[in-house]
């Protein structure tokens, strides 16, 4: 079958088939804003779900359903190059010319595989329609390329894997903070619900499937991540030490990472491989949104940028899946889960570390502490002193301390100091002012 009619087939089947039931998330894509509206994110964050939620809101909202046109570009049935893109509005002209192509929208999922995409989609805004919507699984791919031929044309949006609250809506799990705390059963449901959010994640697809799937289901999304994300698209020669140097970062999560020292430790086992080479790995990690980084504070920018750093998986489960966790180690799980939450809610987030060390500041405005178990008295005193000689630093007059399952309110050297269970904490509209719990 030749590509246009390949096209063609691809068209009419989504004119034709009904569009997938979408549980409602916090972020909304604008419509009509004359802009191309780039949706990024991990693989399985839920992309493809929100670009469906767009378009039922356009058909709730009386626009012809012929007037859209969504094409997935990881469709195997697929296989264009940059020259063969204008084949999709010959396919969709064709197939309706009666059809005014100005107020048409188009949807183009995971954009990225084809490249050159960005001229082509820079030629429909430019003489076509203002009406298109992007996705991809690749920041610096999608990034570099719309700040060289798409700037100023662009809003951009960046979609995570679900918050706790959003989980709990796809559990259909509603819980009121201030009522439903103190009713032992639904707190009881609450602490289940958030177990099993530590352990297996926030990916949607995760977050309603049986317990048995998940974990190999989180293998596979890694396999993927790893082979189509990096390998191929990088063309990485060597897979055995990409994934090494993966599962090495995830056993050091929590803590500061040297990239010198596990290029010694492959050095030292008789591996060859550049040190910049295993830079660029980090690098590609970030791009394919498998792992974000926390910039040690500074008081300068320049520091920041090239000082201590902490890695962090975008998703706890899929984390566990390249890491055994166990009681001794699940401190590191929840910290990795509580960073999963700041950065989608706060601007900025960093680690202080002077004598004392604070695992997050946020916004220059609060310092947490994570501690899974705060029973431990050495536990209490280290974290209580990290925190203070944070709060002091920043002149901040109360910080949090997020646990598993302790709440208690402290107040030590003059720095009120809130206890506070991490389901409980995950649920605060704000962390501002947490005297007011």
Known sequence: MKKKDVLKSIIVEFHTWDLPSVIDRKIELPLNSGKIISVVGSRRSGKTYLLFKTLEILLNSGVYKKRCLYINFEDERLDLSQQDLDLILQAYGELYPEIDLEKTYFFFDEVQNVNGWEKFVRRIYDKVTKNILITGSNSRLLGDEIATSLRGRTLKYEVSPLTFEEFLRFKNFEFNLKVDFYNSKKRALLIKFFEEFLIYGGFPEIALMRKELKLRSLQEYFNVMVYRDMIERYRIKDAFILKYFIKR??????????????????????????????????????????????????????????????????????????????????????ENLVWRELVSRCEQVVFFKEKRECDFVIDDKIAIQVCYDFTDNKTRKREIDGLIACCKYFNFKQGFIVTFDEEENLIEDKIEINVIPAYKFLLLSSWGTPHSL
Do not use: P
Request: aromatic letters at 12%; a positive charge.
């Open 249 to 334: 970062l995830a056993e050091n999560i929590s803590s500061t990472f040297s990239i010198n020292k596990i290029y010694n430790e492959l050095k030292s086992q008789g591996i060859k491989i550049g040190k910049n080479t295993l830079y660029n790995y980090t690098e590609y990690m970030e791009s394919c949104f498998l792992i974000g980084l926390a910039k040690k504070h500074y008081g300068s920018i320049l520091k920041s940028e090239f000082g201590e750093k902490k890695i962090y998986f975008i998703d706890t489960g899929l984390l566990n899946a390249i890491r055994a966790f166990d009681k001794n180690n699940l401190g590191a799980l929840l």
